[in-house]
C-alpha cells in the first residue's frame, strides 16, 4: 500500500462518485429529448403533406398546375423542407418544389405505379419521407412525395453530444481537483508516515520522528507513532544494555574461570606424566582410570570456557586470525587422535578420508577448533553410529565433510543452529549451543561457508568450504 495508490484510488473513486449519475441523468434525458424531437418532426411532416396534398387535390381535379405549384411554393418558408412533388394518377409531375440550396433535387419525372403508392412516413437516413394520397371525398386524384431534412434533428443530437463532452471534462477538472486536495489532506500525510516507518525498518534508527502539523485523525496516528517509537527506542536501549552487561559477564567470568582451570590441567597432566606410584596394584590402577576422566572433564571445562571466551571476544569485536601454512589433512589427523579416548568410550567408528596434504593459508588454531566443535558434535548427536571425516583439496579451495548416522536436525532448524545460544536437541544431550556459532564465525572469517544437510533422525552432513589463500579478519 504506498500513497501513490491511495492518490489514484481517491482519483478513481471521485470520477466514478461525480460521472456516473450525472452520466445516466444526462443519457436518460437525452434520449428522451431526441426521441420527443424525432416524433414531432415525424408528425409535423405527415401533417404538412396532409395540407400540401389537400391544395394538391383541388389543384388536381380542375388540372390546376399553377395552383397546385403555389400550394407546394408554401414549403419554402420551412427550410427544413427540401423538395416536394405532386402526380397524377398516370404517375406523371404534375408540379414541384425545391428548396433554395437544398442540394440535388430528388424529384422523378415519373411515379412507377402511382397505386401501389401506400401512405407513409418514414426516417430514412439524413431526411423524412413521407408519401400522401392525394383525394377528396374518398376519389383519389394523385400521389405527393416530400422529403424533409433532419438537419434539426442531427443539430440537436451533436448540440446534446457536445454539452455532454464539455460536462464529462468540468468534471474531470473537478474531481482532479477535489481527488488533489483529498491527496494533499489524506495521503500525501499518511505516505509521510510510511516514509518513516520505512527507513526506522531499514536502518532501525528509532530516533526518527514523524512530523505532522494538522489537528485531525492523522496527526492522532502520528503522535501514537511518535510515542510507539520512543517506547520501542526505549526498549531497544534496555536490551542492548541488558545484553552489554551479559556479555560482561561472560567475558569476566570465562577469564575468571579459565586461570584456576589452567592450573588445574597443569596438574592433571603433571599426574598424568609422574603417576604416583601405588604398591597396591588395583589402587593404581583405580588411580590412571579417574586421573584419565579428570583429564577428559578438565578438558571438556575448557572447551566450554574457551568458547564462552570466543562468544564475548566476537561481540566486542576482538576476534583476529594469525595465517600461517596449515596442513589440513593433518590436523584432522590430530584432532582424531586427541579425540581416540572419546571415540573409545562411545564405541563409534570413525573412518577417515585425507589427501596427502591439504595446505592452506589459515589461522591453526581457529581451524583446528572447526574440526573439534564438528567432531565433538558428531560424536554428541550421532548415536554411536559410523562417522565419516573428509577432507578434499583443488587448487582454489579445500573442503570438510563431516557425516554422521545420528538423530539429525530438521530442515526448519538449518539456520538457527548456527546461531548464538540455539539449540535443536533435548536438553539431556549437554552443551551452550555455541560450537556452530563460533565455527561459521571462524570459517567466515576465513573467507569460506559452512552448511548442512539434515533430516531428523536421518543423521547430519556437515560441509565446510575455505579458500586456500584468503587473509581475512573479523
Ligand atoms: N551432528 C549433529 N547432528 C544433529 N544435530 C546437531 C549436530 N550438530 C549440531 N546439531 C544441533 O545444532 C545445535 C547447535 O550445535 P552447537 O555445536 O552450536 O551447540 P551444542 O553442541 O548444543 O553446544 P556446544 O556449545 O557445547 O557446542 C545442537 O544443539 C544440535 O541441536
Ligand atoms: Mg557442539
Known amino acids: 500500500m504506498t500513497g501513490a495508490s491511495i492518490g489514484r484510488k481517491l482519483i478513481a473513486l471521485t470520477l466514478v462518485l461525480a460521472l456516473l449519475p450525472i452520466l445516466c441523468v444526462l443519457g436518460f434525458v437525452a434520449a428522451k429529448q431526441i426521441r420527443d424531437l424525432r416524433t414531432e418532426m415525424l ?72 397505386y401501389a403508392a401506400k401512405p407513409r412516413t418514414d426516417l430514412e437516413g439524413d431526411r423524412i419521407h413521407v408519401v400522401q394520397a392525394v383525394d377528396h371525398d374518398g376519389v383519389r386524384f394523385g400521389t405527393l412525395v416530400l422529403h424533409t431534412s433532419t438537419a434539426r434533428l442531427s443539430a440537436s443530437v451533436n448540440g446534446y453530444l457536445y454539452s455532454l463532452g464539455l460536462l464529462i471534462v468540468v468534471i474531470l477538472l473537478a474531481s482532479a481537483l477535489l481527488a488533489w486536495a483529498l491527496e494533499k489532506m489524506i495521503s ?65 567470568a570465562s577469564h575468571e574461570l579459565k586461570t584456576p582451570l589452567t592450573s588445574l590441567k597443569l596438574q592433571v597432566q603433571s599426574l598424568l606424566e609422574q603417576p604416583p606410584s601405588f604398591s597396591d596394584h588395583g589402587e593404581g590402577q583405580r588411580m590412571a582410570s579417574s586421573l584419565a576422566l579428570t583429564d577428559r572433564q578438565v578438558r571438556r571445562l575448557e572447551r566450554l570456557i574457551g568458547n564462552l571466551l570466543d562468544v564475548s571476544r566476537i561481540a566486542v569485536g576482538r576476534f583476529h586470525l594469525q595465517i600461517e601454512d596449515v596442513d589440513l589433512a593433518l590436523m584432522v589427523r590430530d584432532v582424531v587422535a586427541q579425540f581416540s579416548a572419546e571415540i573409545a568410550r562411545s564405541g563409534t567408528a570413525v573412518a577417515v578420508v585425507l589427501p596427502e596434504h591439504a595446505v592452506g593459508r589459515w589461522d591453526p588454531l581457529r581451524l583446528e577448533q572447526v574440526v573439534v566443535n564438528l567432531l565433538s558434535n558428531a560424536l554428541k548427536y550421532g548415536d554411536a553410529k559410523p562417522i565419516e571425516i573428509r577432507v578434499a583439496v583443488d587448487d582454489e579451495r579445500a573442503r570438510l565433510i563431516v557425516h554422521d548416522r545420528g538423530v539429525g536436525v530438521d530442515a526448519s532448524n538449518h539456520a538457527r543452529i ?26 567466515q572469517a576465513h573467507g569460506g561457508t559452512i552448511g548442512v544437510d539434515s533430516a531428523l533422525g536421518q543423521g547430519a552432513t556437515f560441509t565446510v568450504e575455505i579458500p586456500r589463500r584468503r587473509q581475512e579478519a573479523i
Open 188 to 252: 500525501r500525510r499518511l505516505r509521510k508516515l510510511a516514509e518513516v516507518a520505512q527507513r526506522i525498518a531499514q536502518k532501525e534508527d528509532y530516533s526518527v520522528r514523524a512530523t505532522d502539523t494538522g489537528a485531525d485523525e492523522i496527526s492522532l496516528l502520528a503522535e501514537a507513532f511518535n510515542s510507539m517509537l520512543a517506547e520501542i527506542g526505549r526498549r531497544q536501549e534496555q536490551a542492548l544494555q541488558a545484553v552489554r552487561v551479559r556479555d560482561e559477564f561472560l567475558s569476566v
Open 418 to 443: 548456527f546461531e548464538r545460544f540455539e539449540r535443536a536437541v533435548s536438553v539431556n544431550y549437554g552443551g551452550l549451543g555455541l560450537g556452530l556459532y563460533i565455527t561459521r564465525q571462524i570459517v
Open 43 to 114: 408528425a409535423s411532416s405527415t401533417m404538412m403533406g396532409s395540407i400540401v396534398a389537400e391544395y394538391g387535390a383541388a389543384a388536381l381535379a380542375f388540372d390546376e398546375p399553377h395552383s397546385a405549384q403555389e400550394a407546394l411554393n408554401v414549403l419554402g418558408r420551412h427550410e427544413e423542407f427540401r423538395d416536394a412533388a405532386l402526380y397524377d394518377m398516370r404517375g406523371r409531375l404534375f408540379a414541384s418544389f425545391q428548396q433554395l440550396g437544398g442540394g440535388k433535387s430528388e424529384v422523378l419525372p415519373i411515379l412507377l405505379d402511382p
